[in-house]
């Protein structure tokens, strides 16, 4: 369960957050971490998971594994949806 504290931030029951951090990316925070993923906002908002960038709180570097990887990534999205923004899974393009 998520509480809005703020236009753009949720807080869930759990202790985390998550935000929109700025036109271009979605962020989360909890109590060893923080990460950020890239998204575009359009008709809907698509968001980019193999951009998702995860280090501690601290600001230094940090290893997760995959399945803390996929975690991170699915409070993201449950806090987009608490938010009520509609979004979309992408893959950036190669160039």
Known sequence: MFIRVAPQVVRHRDGYTVQVGSRERMEYFDEEIVAHVAMDIGTTVGIYPETLQIRAVDGGPIVVSPERRHEILERIKAG???????????????R
């Open 80 to 94: 987009m949806t608490a938010l009520d923004m509609p979004y979309e899974l992408c893959e950036l393009e190669p």
